[in-house]
T-cell receptor
Framework: DAGVIQSPRHEVTEMGQEVTLRCKPI?????LFWYRQTMMRGLELLIY????????DSGMPEDRFSAKMPNASFSTLKIQPSEPRDSAVYFC???????????????FGEGSWLTVV | AQSVAQPEDQVNVAEGNPLTVKCTYS??????LFWYVQYPNRGLQFLLK??????LVKGSYGFEAEFNKSQTSFHLKKPSALVSDSALYFC???????????????FGKGTHLIIQP
């Protein structure tokens, strides 16, 4: 399996611009998560989906952040407008809720390194 | 509420010596426990997990972890450290009864493991 695929891997953008991060979860997984990692705050859960439906977005920092999952194989995290404090690594992750060896384990993508200047 | 603590920000071990990275947890029900490793500029990689069964769990790269219910601990161990084990290690926990699938996973702040040649 190819694992969780994220794009872009690196993004440098100017303050005020729109940023869109993309994610393809592992095929067959029914949960998708967006995390943010910073030195100051560590790993934070922003939002997660179950069967393409947003379940908990309480971690989304503010209205500038939005996430969608139009189908089982694609999700986006959008920041509009972006600010320097949004600079972080954004991870997409997915999991399968069923039983078995891989059940209940979250698998992470390689991350999108975002720098807002 | 569930929580996980990694009491050491950094652990230094000489190559060839055994290593231990500590993790304690708090959940109201039965815990599902996980260890992840993050190499520089990479995503989190799943190492091992405890769901039920044997208290000693073996995982990738020669790592193992021991579930101790009375001490609410799940320390990560390896008999002989390699320089390539140097990375950031995360412990994570979720309550068996918290929602469906793998949502509700709480991560620790991470422990930097440094293996000295």
């Amino acid at each position: 399996d190819a694992g969780v695929i994220q794009s872009p891997r690196h993004e440098v953008t100017e303050m005020g611009q729109e940023v869109t991060l993309r994610c393809k979860p592992i095929s067959g997984h029914d949960y998708l998560f967006w995390y943010r990692q910073t030195m100051m705050r560590g790993l934070e859960l922003l939002i997660y989906f179950n069967n393409n439906v947003p379940i908990d977005d309480s971690g989304m920092p503010e209205d500038r952040f939005s996430a969608k999952m139009p189908n089982a194989s694609f999700s986006t995290l959008k920041i509009q407008p972006s600010e320097p404090r949004d600079s972080a690594v954004y991870f997409c992750a997915s999991s399968f809720s069923g039983v078995g060896r891989s059940g209940n384990t979250i698998y992470f993508g390689e991350g999108s390194w975002l720098t807002v200047v | 509420a569930q929580s996980v603590a990694q009491p050491e920000d950094q652990v230094n071990v000489a190559e060839g010596n055994p290593l231990t990275v500590k993790c304690t947890y708090s959940v109201s029900g039965n815990p599902y426990l996980f260890w992840y490793v993050q190499y520089p500029n990479r995503g989190l990689q799943f190492l091992l997990k405890y769901i039920t069964g044997d208290n000693l769990v073996k995982g990738s790269y020669g790592f193992e972890a021991e579930f101790n219910k009375s001490q609410t601990s799940f320390h990560l161990k390896k008999p002989s450290a390699l320089v390539s084990d140097s990375a950031l290690y995360f412990c994570a926990v979720r309550d068996e009864g918290s929602g469906g699938g793998a949502d509700g996973l709480t991560f620790g702040k991470g422990t930097h493991l440094i293996i000295q040649p």
